[in-house]
């Protein structure tokens, strides 16, 4: 027997519904061999078998997001927002995961600020993960971010991102802002 | 934090597991107000849970007890790969249990605490069966009580204390009468059904409740052999009874007294793989308990229980040997549940 094909699969979802329906014992004989009843085990530990669905990473780059005069700046021009979205698909079964969000700093900020969202989860049934991470130039070191799990839809907002120390008068530090989302099936 | 310290007074796992003991250091700390950080200026009332540093998920603070749970339960299933583990409500009787599988919402929780008022309750929620050591154990924690759950124990609720926008709370054992162990012997599997009138106990075989354990297995999808084994093991080492009520408070006194009155261990037959020649599917597993046998086929995840006179000829297929006179349509029946191969001459 092939216990991969489809009509495997499906010989024993029908057996189930003759089950179900009282087919299986219907007609036997005395002492006939019978089978008392059919169900179907759990599957509590689909983690293992559900493909987790990653996306790709974003990535934003600032241009003189260290010392900018005397502040730090993120953000378009150093000012506004930059704009992110993605999506994670997870497989057996699919199920796609949107994250959105956003970059937030100013030329009197002392740091940045990510803002981020979340959905497509169906609780408690899937997670998804969400790192932002990054790295500066110029000698400065970077320091926020961080890893948040979503066992819900939502949103997280004010993640600090900052780029101490390093620049110059001339050379101010960059930094490059990393998102990236991984979803599991539970 | 006042709640969490109410109800969390003892979070730990026997301290047998690492994993948990950090749960604990967490909640610990976060009563010292430290490591819960809040950082959702947007929308308060959203709390990020950290771990020494690593972010363990994001919560509203009326779920930061059920969160905390989930947490517990998923380390315990990743610590104890050698225990199966049964979603059921279990009360401990003469250091006896009564076990209560069932999904969630089935009344578990009311149905065991009820009975742990002669007792001690062992869990409301899940289970580790220790084979090796004869035993059932599970992790302090708080019981889940819903709503429609806390009529049952009248003035033991506050009812007051009842969150804003939740179906229900997590409240101590004591709090509701009991005492909690952390361990306890099998005694009966008590298969349950909630329909209005007056109680109704009625034997069932052992061959049933290992059916109504696997049903409610958390582990047989990772490990369909041992847990196979193990409830087995606990089927056989317990009575079983099927028990229709309305009421808990109906229903306990008539378990208790049914598990007082106790009985003989069953028969458990373990089935050897299959024969050189036999038409069985090599991925179905089956036991036999009390001349009935219980067949777990992982792949299409069915669970197939026979009748003594199946089972005569389940054991024929499994040693490979013509069953003979055998009913065809019966035959035609485990093929379309793949329990046995096609093509075979049975």
Redesign the interface.
Same mark, same amino acid.
């Given at each position: 027997?092939d216990?991969?094909s489809d009509q495997?699969?499906i010989?024993?979802r029908?057996?189930?519904k003759?089950a179900a329906g009282g087919g299986?014992a219907a007609?036997?004989?005395w002492?006939?061999?019978?089978? *008392?009843?059919?169900?179907? !085990?759990?599957?509590?530990?689909?983690a293992?078998?559900c493909g987790s669905g990653s996306m790709g990473q974003i990535a934003h780059d600032s241009n003189n997001c260290g010392y900018y005069g005397d502040t730090e700046c993120w953000g378009n021009n150093c000012c506004g927002t930059w704009g992110f979205s993605g999506t994670a698909t997870t497989s057996a079964p699919a199920k796609s995961f949107s994250l959105n969000g956003g970059i937030r700093g100013g030329v009197s900020d002392d740091s940045g600020r990510v803002?981020l969202t979340v959905n497509g989860i169906d609780p408690?049934h899937q997670r998804c993960?969400v790192n932002v991470s990054g790295n500066c130039t110029g000698g400065a070191t970077f320091r926020g971010g961080?890893?948040?799990?979503?066992?819900?839809n939502?949103?997280?907002?004010?993640?600090l991102i900052d780029c101490q120390g390093g620049g110059n008068v001339t050379a101010d530090p960059d930094g490059q802002i990393r998102v990236n989302m991984t979803c599991t099936c539970l | 934090v006042a709640e969490l310290r109410r109800a969390f007074p003892d979070l730990r796992a026997r301290g047998r597991s690492e994993p948990v003991d950090e749960v604990v250091a967490l909640q610990a700390a976060d009563v010292d107000g430290r490591p819960w950080e809040r950082?959702?200026?947007?929308?308060p009332g959203?709390v990020?849970a950290h771990e020494r540093g690593? !972010?363990?998920?994001?919560?509203?603070l009326d779920e930061v007890a059920g969160?905390l749970l989930?947490v517990l339960t998923d380390r315990l299933l990743a610590i104890e790969p050698g225990f199966a583990h049964v979603?059921a409500g279990v009360a401990s009787i003469d250091d006896r249990a009564i076990v209560v599988p069932g999904p969630s919402g089935a009344g578990k929780t009311t149905l065991a605490l009820r009975l742990a008022r002669e007792g001690a309750l062992l869990t409301d929620e899940m289970a580790a069966i220790d084979r090796g050591a004869g035993r059932l154990r599970s992790a302090p924690r708080p019981v889940s009580l819903k709503w429609q759950g806390h009529l049952a124990f009248g003035d033991a609720v506050d009812a007051s204390r009842r969150p804003a926008d939740s179906a229900g709370w997590w409240i101590p054992p004591d709090e509701l009468g009991t005492t909690q162990v952390d361990e306890t012997g099998p005694g009966v599997v008590a298969l349950t059904e909630r329909r209005p009138g007056a109680p109704a106990l009625v034997p069932a075989t052992r061959? *049933?409740a290992l059916?109504a354990l696997?049903? !409610?297995?958390?582990?047989?999808?990772?490990d369909p052999v041992g847990v196979m084994d193990d409830l087995a093991w606990l089927a056989a080492s317990s009575g079983a009874v099927r028990i229709a009520y309305e009421e808990a408070a109906d229903a306990a006194p008539l378990l208790i007294d049914h598990l007082r009155a106790g009985g003989p261990d069953g028969h458990l037959e373990e089935m050897g793989p299959p024969g050189a020649n036999s038409r069985v599917?090599p991925?179905a597993l089956s036991v036999i308990l009390d001349g009935?046998a219980v067949i777990?086929?992982?792949? !299409?995840?069915?669970?197939?229980?026979?009748?003594p006179?199946?089972?005569?000829?389940w054991r024929s297929l499994v040693a490979g040997v013509h069953p003979g006179g055998?009913?065809v349509?019966?035959v035609q029946?485990?093929?379309?549940?793949?329990l046995?191969?096609?093509?075979g001459d049975e």
């Open positions: 027997m216990d991969t495997g699969v010989d024993r029908r057996a189930m003759l299986v007609g036997a004989a002492m006939a061999p019978k089978i *008392e009843g059919m169900s179907v !085990s759990p599957n509590y530990a689909a293992a078998t803002d408690p993960v961080g890893t948040f799990t979503f066992n819900n939502g949103s997280v907002n004010d993640i | 950082r959702n200026r947007a929308t959203w990020i690593e !972010s363990l998920g994001l919560v509203r969160f989930s979603h061959a *049933e059916v696997l049903e !409610s297995s958390f582990d047989v999808a990772r599917d991925e009935r777990h086929h992982p792949g !299409s995840q069915a669970i197939v229980r026979l009748d006179a199946g089972t005569a000829v055998t009913d349509e019966f029946q485990l093929r379309d549940a793949g046995i191969g096609v093509g």
